[in-house]
DNA sequence: CCCGCGCATCGACAGTATCGATGAGTTCGC
DNA sequence: GCGAACTCATCGATACTGTCGATGCGCGGG
């Protein structure tokens, strides 16, 4: 394989015409360039250059692979750019996984919030539950997920998540029901029929039903928080959903109240150990900062 | 500026999955391409890899990095090849430049023996008398020339030329003109009218007949020896013609005998010194050979 | 004819590419 | 659950070479 730097001093001797010319532009002293270009001609097995009075001229040969080298120099540099832009947050391409509710909400002020810091930075959204999006990290398929957990959780192996954001469940139910003040107790409703989404929030429903000392009856299920919420408010039962779900979606016909001590953790999941490139924890520092504002109002 | 050969490691670990994969590859020992893989996120401050179980994985940069790593590697291995291709003499395009006779006589054999030599060199002919083909030598315009030079002329400066050919003198004169046997004696057309060629044949006209002891009166002079010809057919006077300009075209209506010991060299010319590059070599041998055969013939 | 300019050569030094040996962490199988 | 095997990181040693300053050589200009 042909050595770059001794491309680079034959592009060199090319534009400038002088070896001397050369080195002073490449900021290297004048027997290096010399070097150089005796040694591409020796590793080449190629006539490229010819002595000519007291200065050098390049053969056609010489021409031709000066101007090859041009254009391997130019591409190097353009890969290096571009790398540095990536590096220094002016450019970049971050493919995130989000789980619905927070993709209705948190991601698009993220996005938002990302234009204003890092205007480069791109943003790829993929709707995904948190069992799928750690799969994708594992996978490659994106960079960086929002997921949620609940309490004693185990993460995923192979992911690093931290929380940013406490989102607390509400007990969701038709309007018509009088839930009475203050905190909510799930007792109540031992005996209603009750909706829930997706899998994991369905275990979650029966964790908290256990603890509430009943087994919920459970007559629907589906994981689109507007699905529940128009089959709550139609009367079919009540369910348990948390703030994002309502924040992003909320049926007029439908009450809600806090469960009290109940709640997910809304976290920031990224692939491996850090450090991460500069882009994925700019990413990451953006969607923080966007759920600690959603938390605090 | 991105070091190749870390680039080098970058895309083997992008092709393999694994570091010693990478240098199995390469032909190098594991912990080179650690080295170098090492060096190449230090030396760009960039995330380019991240440590997953006992393995290693590219981050997006690493990703985008490889691919641009592996369009450099192609161009500077096409580069290489490309020259090499030249070198052995599979490829090239030498420029040419000939006289007018010559580019109608030697020329063509040349092509088609240099076809069959060497199928992949390709020649570009551009005519041009001696003392601007030396000129275009020296402006790097063509690589080769075909040149002529009457006897103690001396040779431009910075170039180098090898005669490959005599080539006799005629005179020549109307068809009805009776020239006898023998020898021709310049003497016998001192009161003829006379016809001559470009300015360096024109000196050398007015040498030879100064040796025959007359002055010539030229009646027309143009570098074109078919106009030459036609003008001598016609009656206006006589010429002296080389070999190659009476064999390149033959008007019918002149008659023609050897002027004893006239004769103008054909050379091969090249700019500067020996070594020259291969194709270079390989076209002034094919145009030696053919100008060889030419003068046995 | 001599001076200046440009390249080639030489010797020396520093930087580093490379390797083998070894250590640390992970996965897999028994 | 523990050991074996695998993968990468680290370390020290060595040889290579990129780089420079000094100097020689050849050519062109004053």
Redesign the interface.
């Known amino acids: 394989?042909?050595?770059?730097r001794r491309?680079?001093a034959l592009v060199a001797l090319h534009r400038t015409g002088t070896v001397s010319a050369a080195a002073e532009q490449l900021h290297y002293g004048q027997p290096t360039i010399s070097h150089h270009l005796r040694r591409l001609e020796a590793e080449?097995?190629?006539?490229l250059l010819?002595?000519?009075?007291r200065g050098l001229?390049l053969?056609?040969?010489g021409e031709?692979?000066a101007q090859?080298?041009e254009?391997?120099?130019a591409?190097?540099?353009?890969?290096?750019a571009?790398?540095?832009a990536?590096?220094s947050l002016q450019a970049?391409?971050?493919?995130l996984a989000a789980f619905p509710s927070a993709a209705a909400t948190l991601v698009p002020a993220a996005v938002v919030l990302l234009r204003e810091r890092h205007p480069g930075l791109a943003l790829d959204l993929t709707e995904a539950e948190p069992p799928e999006a750690a799969a994708m990290l594992r996978a490659?398929t994106v960079?960086l997920a929002l997921t949620f957990a609940y309490p004693d959780q185990a993460e995923p192996g192979?992911v690093g998540s931290v929380t940013v954001h406490e989102d607390p469940l509400y007990l969701v139910a038709p309007r018509g029901l009088d839930l009475g003040d203050g905190p909510v107790d799930l007792g109540r409703f031992a005996d209603t029929r009750w909706v829930t989404g997706c899998e994991r929030c369905r275990r979650e429903l029966l964790a908290l039903c256990d603890a509430a000392g009943f087994t919920p009856e459970i007559a629907f299920a589906s994981d689109d928080y507007v699905a529940v919420q128009s089959l709550v408010a139609s009367g079919l039962g009540v369910t348990v959903l948390p703030g994002l779900a309502l924040r992003a979606h909320r049926n007029p016909d439908v009450v809600r109240r806090r469960v009290p001590g109940a709640a997910r953790r809304i976290q920031v999941t990224t692939?491996?150990?850090p450090?991460?490139?500069?882009?994925?924890d700019a990413v990451a520092a953006v969607l923080s900062e966007v759920a600690r504002r959603r938390a605090e109002s």
């Open positions: 394989m042909i050595d770059v491309l680079e080449t097995g190629s006539v010819q002595r000519v009075g001229r053969t056609p040969d031709r692979l090859r080298g254009e391997v120099l591409l190097l540099a353009r890969a290096e571009e790398l540095t990536s590096t970049g391409q971050i493919r490659g960079d192979g692939y491996g150990a450090p991460h490139p500069a882009a994925v």
